[in-house]
Nanobody, 123 residues
Framework: QVQLVESGGGLVQAGGSLRLSCAASGRTFSNYAGGWFRQAPGKERQFVGAIGRSEASTFYANAVKGRFTISRNNAKNTIYLQMNSLKPEDTAVYYC????????????????WGQGTQVTVSS
């Protein structure tokens, strides 16, 4: 089992930056792929980015590519989402997730989820 807890959300002005953390506890976190998703009111949960078991394996949704960066520190059992050049369209609840399999952009591929953290970007 893996338990995930997000932190770092908040209110930021457009153009600003925010760093989300996802702290994991459980078995050998390095064996799990990680992902970030977001969900805005009235919309489906949307893929943001994912990271494989190694730091070299990352991919992102087009909407955030070049602005967001996923990283992980397995020694700290933590996945990060660095968000730069934030836009009001980025406003959503952000969820981290862990998968026993390979990285994916599909929510159903992930086995464990955090509770979410609110990110609000003002104009």
């Amino acid at each position: 089992q893996v338990q995930l807890v997000e932190s770092g959300g908040g209110l930021v002005q457009a153009g600003g930056s925010l760093r989300l953390s996802c702290a994991a506890s459980g078995r050998t976190f390095s064996n799990y792929a990680g992902g970030w998703f977001r969900q805005a009111p009235g919309k489906e949960r949307q893929f943001v980015g994912a990271i494989g078991r190694s730091e070299a394996s990352t991919f992102y949704a087009n909407a955030v590519k070049g602005r967001f960066t996923i990283s992980r520190n397995n020694a700290k059992n933590t996945i990060y989402l660095q968000m730069n050049s934030l836009k009001p369209e980025d406003t959503a609840v952000y969820y981290c997730a862990a998968a026993r399999g390979v990285v994916s952009d599909t929510p159903g591929a992930f086995d464990y989820w955090g509770q979410g953290t609110q990110v609000t970007v003002s104009s």
